[in-house]
T-cell receptor, first 113, second 113 residues
Framework: NAGVTQTPKFQVLKTGQSMTLQCAQD?????MSWYRQDPGMGLRLIHYSVGAGITDQGEVPNGYNVSRSTTEDFPLRLLSAAPSQTSVYFC????????????FGEGSRLTVL | AQSVTQLGSHVSVSEGALVLLRCNYSSSVPPYLFWYVQYPNQGLQLLLKYTSAATLVKGINGFEAEFKKSETSFHLTKPSAHMSDAAEYFCAVRTGANSKLTFGKGITLSVRP
């Protein structure tokens, strides 16, 4: 039972580089989301999706893009990495039709130099 | 708009002592409320959730929380702390199955021998 799988677990980028954080879930969940976690800030929502083909912005969307072409996958793209995007990123999903518990991946630690 | 407030960033208790972690919420509609725990270098795990059924909710590892609408609170308690409870704890609110999950800033619990 894989649940929510994030790759890579660790990544170091130089300022200006682009990359994609991958997220896949095998629970047939409709709702998927990306959060970033920074010390003293808790978790802040970047983007979310309520189903394939539908995405929306969260609290801190600038500098990030997402797409949802399938139910299973929800990649997060950094267009031009900045040091302010150094963070731990979490992908989470939920079935969408009940009380809304989120299931989290193990996180991706990104450092931008 | 929905939000949660977790006052303070760090709580320290002795092993065997009562654990009390406070959470107050703001929501214009009946909320779903959650407590998550994060152990070092791991993702978030659900401790317990309130879904408009019983106001006293029991979770894993001996934790429980009580929903008090009059106080807009959802405080987390455990009668007797164990060393393994040392972690970061997040309160979160959601107003529907497909709505965003909003987190508090988190509280770090330390347990002294």
């Amino acid at each position: 039972n894989a649940g929510v799988t994030q790759t890579p677990k660790f990544q170091v980028l130089k300022t200006g580089q682009s990359m994609t954080l991958q997220c896949a879930q095998d629970m047939n969940h409709e709702y998927m989301s990306w959060y970033r976690q920074d010390p003293g800030m808790g978790l802040r929502l970047i983007h979310y999706s309520v189903g394939a083909g539908i995405t929306d912005q969260g609290e801190v969307p600038n500098g990030y893009n997402v797409s949802r072409s399938t139910t299973e996958d929800f990649p997060l793209r950094l267009l031009s990495a900045a040091p302010s995007q150094t963070s731990v990123y979490f992908c989470a999903s939920s079935p969408g039709q009940n009380t809304g518990e989120l299931f989290f991946g193990e996180g991706s630690r990104l450092t931008v130099l | 708009a929905q939000s949660v407030t977790q006052l303070g960033s760090h709580v320290s208790v002795s092993e065997g002592a009562l654990v009390l972690l406070r959470c107050n919420y703001s929501s214009s509609v009946p909320p779903y409320l959650f407590w998550y725990v994060q152990y070092p270098n791991q993702g978030l795990q659900l401790l317990l959730k309130y879904t408009s059924a019983a106001t006293l909710v029991k979770g894993i590892n001996g934790f429980e929380a009580e929903f008090k609408k009059s106080e807009t609170s959802f405080h987390l308690t455990k009668p007797s702390a164990h060393m393994s409870d040392a972690a970061e704890y997040f309160c979160a609110v959601r107003t529907g199955a497909n709505s965003k999950l909003t987190f508090g800033k988190g509280i770090t619990l330390s347990v002294r021998p």
